[in-house]
């Protein structure tokens, strides 16, 4: 991820934690999620010259690139294989 697509990404992110914050993710459909960020995108496609579809396009590839990361940055916190769900809670703790 470059550092632009990192800061991008970190904007619509601290405008999701508030304008999203009391909503239950996996409750809510992704549609009204992203209706509700439609303005800091527009915002950002405005000032890089994009359209808001392609903002959308966009940030729905950041945000799973960054899913990805971490994701992996967890398997090698938990180690190779954690054995059952103790050894993840005693990792935790």
């Known amino acids: 991820m470059t550092e632009k697509n990192a800061k991008i990404l970190k904007r619509i992110n601290e405008y999701a ?3 999203l914050a009391d909503i ?3 409750k809510t459909p992704v549609s009204f999620q992203l209706e509700t960020l439609k303005p ?11 359209s ?10 950041l ?3 960054a899913g ?6 967890l398997q090698e916190d ?3 294989n ?12």
Request: avoid cysteine; charged fraction near 30%.
């Open 63 to 65: 945000a799973s690139e």
């Open 24 to 26: 239950d993710p996996q």
């Open 17 to 19: 934690e508030v304008h």
């Open 82 to 93: 954690p054995q059952t769900f103790a050894d993840i809670a005693n990792f935790v703790n």
């Open 78 to 80: 938990l180690g190779e």
């Open 40 to 50: 800091i995108m527009q915002e950002i496609a405005d000032e890089e010259k994009m």
């Open 68 to 73: 990805v990361i971490a994701e992996k940055q």
């Open 52 to 61: 808001l579809e392609d903002m959308f396009i966009l940030y729905m590839d």
